[in-house]
């Protein structure tokens, strides 16, 4: 069965230091990738995704990930944090599905800039 | 071009109403698809439809029900609406499939 594991549902760090968000997936098939993030009363923004090309994926605001197919990981990272940064992170893995494709969210991971 | 838009934004309902959200995709794209986002469950995917067909399904009670018309835009409507149903309901649209694009959301309470 299709999932997604986000390992911590909170990560704290200072502004200017590195941010590391875990995800592992499990997926029957070559999944699609995503991570997206979801600031306060928004929708979801997309950050970056990884679809069977290149296993390091540079998203928007710095982000990126890396995709470990022996460790069945998309780990989600940034050199330097911003206050903007602050704000919900979601991993998410897409497989087909009938005709489409069925999207799995993980439960999310919060991020905390501290000034 | 213009994003998925969602209207309307914000609703308050009484248990036992119904309540119809409405979904605008970006243009061209044909897959609408709608996931409710709460507190204690995260997010949770309802439906989605495809050139005015349901594609896919979650594992929602018949109270939740959609469509989607020729211009591809959507509405989903809740029947006999419970306080358990407040919550933030997100459309994404997408063309591909290969990546799914958010609205800003309807924030549905039920009194």
């Known amino acids: 069965a299709q999932s997604v594991t986000q390992l911590d549902s909170h990560v704290s760090v200072s502004e200017g230091t590195p941010v590391l968000l875990r995800c592992n997936y499990s997926?029957?098939?070559?999944?699609?990738l995503f991570w997206y993030v979801q600031h306060p009363n928004k929708g979801l923004q997309l950050l970056l995704k990884y679809t069977s090309a290149a296993t390091l994926v540079k998203g928007i605001n710095g982000f990126e990930a890396e995709f470990k197919k022996s460790e069945t990981s998309f780990h989600l990272t940034k050199p330097s944090a911003h206050m903007s940064d602050a704000a919900e992170y979601f991993c998410?893995?897409?497989?087909?599905?009938?005709?489409?494709?069925?999207?799995?969210f993980g439960t999310g991971t919060s991020l905390t800039v501290i000034p | 071009k213009a994003g998925v838009t969602q209207t309307p934004r914000y609703l308050i309902k009484t248990r036992g109403q119904q309540v119809t959200l409405s979904c605008s995709p970006i243009s061209g794209h044909r897959s609408v698809s709608w996931y409710q986002q709460t507190p204690g469950q995260g997010l949770q995917f309802l439906f989605e439809y495809f050139s005015e067909t349901q594609r896919n399904k979650g594992n929602f009670p018949g109270r939740f029900s959609g469509r989607q018309f020729s211009n591809s835009r959507s509405e989903m409507n809740v029947s006999t609406l419970e306080l358990g149903d407040s919550a933030l309901y997100l459309c994404?649209?997408?063309?591909?499939?290969?990546?799914?694009?958010f609205g800003p959301g309807t924030r549905l309470t039920v009194t």
């Open positions: 998410v893995v897409s497989d087909p599905k009938g005709t489409g494709n069925q999207f799995y």
């Open positions: 994404a649209s997408s063309f591909t499939s290969a990546e799914q694009y």
């Open positions: 997926s029957s098939y070559s999944p699609s």
